[in-house]
Structure formats: structure tokens, C-alpha cells
């Protein structure tokens, strides 16, 4: 999308636009780009094949079956887990950058918000966690996530990074964090919360 910086109209991407959009214009322009994604997606019915026609702002329906389809949304989890006076940050192998963030991953079919949690930080470094609580949620269309934070305790065992998915991380105090990831990331929120004293 186009941007104005520095006087000058500049290409950046969604995530970036965020530091010159602010938050309410940023999630328009982030609706408008997760609509944008479901109809190049649904251009035809999953049912019967035919080409889907718009139906409303939000949907599109088939005209030879009537199938009307809206976008779907994939619920992920993201989870800052505490010991003492320190947070597990972690390096996945996707990230384009040397950033640490939080243990995150997808909600399976069958299973609750909280189950997530629990498998997908076992999952990811073999560790238990206690005491999960809500933190705050976030629509982030990349391309039609809605992320869900949450803090937890540190319940036991050795960090072990067993599916392949992180590349490192570790134990880290509020005094000397390592690189983050950027706003408006709902990742990069619930850790400034934390290195603020506030969870």
C-alpha cells in the first residue's frame, strides 16, 4: 500500500504501514485487505463448482446452489510464560529477522483456547505451564488470523525445541530482553506489558 514518508509517497507493506497509519486507519486498511484475500479465494462454490457472485460487503454465494460462504477466521494462540522475574522468548525458524517473540501456534480442530496453550508450548519446547489467563486478542490478516494472547506459569521440565519449528530461545529478564518483534503485533504488546511490570 501506499504511504506518505517524509514528504514522499512510498510502498510498504501492511505490517509496516501501521508506524505511519496509526491504529483505527491501520485496521480499516487491514479489514479492507482480509476482504480483498477472501473473494481472490472464493471465486468459485465449494459445492458445485459454479463462480461464486458477491453477495454482501462480506460474503459470496453461489447462484446455481446457493451456497453463501463467509470469510473464516483461523483462531491462533500466542502465550508468554513466566518464571519468576523471567519470560521464555523463542526464535522460530520462519521469522525473517533475529527477533524473539512468544510460543505461538494454530487451534486445532476439538480442542479449546486453553488446550492450545498447553500442547502447543509442550509441543514447541517440552515445557508445562499452570495458571493460563487471558491477555488480549487481536484480528491480524496475514492473511485471516485472529490471534488470542495469554500468560502462564511456569509448571516444569527442560526447554527442548522438539518439532523443529523454533530455532532457539531461552529465559529472559526485563533488564535485557533481546530483539522484538514490532508493533502493532499483539506479541510485541503483551511483552511490553510484561517488561513493564504489568503481567
Not at 492473511?143 to 516444569?156: I, K, N
Amino acid at each position: 500500500m501506499k504511504v506518505v514518508v517524509d514528504g514522499e509517497e512510498r510502498e510498504v507493506g501492511l505490517r509496516e504501514a501501521w508506524k505511519y497509519l496509526g491504529d483505527e486507519r491501520w485496521k480499516v486498511e487491514a479489514r479492507r485487505a482480509e476482504l480483498d484475500y477472501f473473494f481472490r479465494t472464493h471465486r468459485f462454490c465449494g459445492s458445485c463448482g459454479a463462480e461464486m457472485c458477491q453477495a454482501s460487503e462480506i460474503s459470496v454465494k453461489c447462484p446455481v446452489c446457493d451456497r453463501e460462504d463467509f470469510p473464516s477466521l483461523s483462531p491462533a494462540i500466542l502465550v508468554l510464560v513466566k518464571r519468576g522475574d523471567e519470560a521464555l522468548l523463542v526464535h522460530a525458524r520462519n521469522f525473517s529477522r533475529s527477533v524473539y517473540a512468544l510460543v505461538a501456534g494454530f487451534v486445532e480442530t476439538g480442542e479449546n483456547l486453553e488446550e492450545c496453550v498447553r500442547r502447543e508450548v509442550k509441543e514447541e519446547t517440552s515445557l508445562d505451564v499452570k495458571n493460563i489467563r487471558y491477555f488480549a486478542s487481536q484480528s491480524w490478516p496475514f492473511p485471516s488470523q485472529l490471534m488470542v494472547a495469554f500468560t502462564a506459569d511456569y509448571a516444569g521440565g527442560e526447554i527442548r525445541f522438539a518439532d523443529g519449528e523454533l530455532t532457539s530461545g531461552g529465559w529472559f529478564q526485563r533488564e535485557n530482553p533481546p530483539e522484538l518483534p514490532t508493533l502493532p503485533s499483539l506479541s510485541r504488546r503483551l511483552i511490553d506489558s510484561w517488561l513493564r511490570g504489568e503481567v
